[in-house]
């Protein structure tokens, strides 16, 4: 889209030689923090000689896939239940998720999101060895919505809190989901309102 254009333009003449400069070393420094705090818990595709990634890392959970049925999808669901907006899924490997931090993110951002991660590998870890049911888990159901969370009957096997409060820091400031998990492929394929009608929402209102 040519609009995106003046954007682009207005950022690099603001930015100049230096500040991009700048910008670049520092989203290979965010790129790179991210990388050696989830390596012990992800396989990380594409590092250099010295284990290094550029201004991305590439978090491999195919081998988690094999191990405990859970899917990138359902890590990307669930990263909604920690507050965050899931990074670039199955692109450019299948299975993966390519995290892109910019250089704008503070360490405190890029170390709530490694915690997310980490957090969720421990929720895998559970369903492999059975202490979480392979079906009937936090992953599988995300995102959880907070109508889901008040209704008078809890449909899983695992606790509330485990569902919408995985770290004790979303007590304090918490995201909640508009809507649970979705069927991406039909909206993928059918791009039509498929809302209820105008009528039902006046029924509410009145």
């Known amino acids: ?3 995106i254009l003046p954007i682009s333009y207005a950022y690099i003449k603001m930015m100049g030689r230096d500040g991009l400069l700048e910008a ?3 989203a290979i420094l965010n790129a790179n923090y991210i990388a050696h705090r989830l390596r012990e818990h992800y396989p990380v595709l594409y590092t250099g000689p010295n284990g290094m990634v550029a201004h991305e890392c590439i978090v491999d ?3 988690l896939k094999e191990s405990s049925g859970i899917t990138v999808e359902d890590v990307a669901k669930r990263l909604i239940d920690y507050g965050f907006h899931a990074p670039t899924m199955s692109f450019p490997v299948a299975g993966t998720l390519m995290i892109e931090p ?4 503070s360490k405190a951002e890029l170390d709530r999101f490694c915690e997310a991660m980490i957090c969720i590998r421990q929720e895998i870890r559970a369903v492999e060895t ?3 049911d392979a079906e009937d888990n936090p992953l599988r159901n995300a995102p959880h919505t907070i109508a889901e969370l008040t209704d008078e009957e809890w449909q899983h096997c695992y606790s509330r809190a485990q569902a919408v409060y995985p770290v004790a820091a979303l007590r304090a400031g918490k995201y909640w989901s508009p809507v649970g998990r979705i069927d991406n492929v039909y909206g993928d394929r059918n791009l039509v309102c498929s809302c209820p009608a105008l009528s039902e929402y006046a029924d509410e209102l009145a």
Do not use: C, Y
């Open 61 to 63: 959970l195919r081998p």
């Open 24 to 26: 670049t070393r520092s």
């Open 102 to 105: 910019t250089e704008s993110e």
């Open 130 to 132: 059975g202490t979480l």
């Open 1 to 3: 889209s040519a609009g």
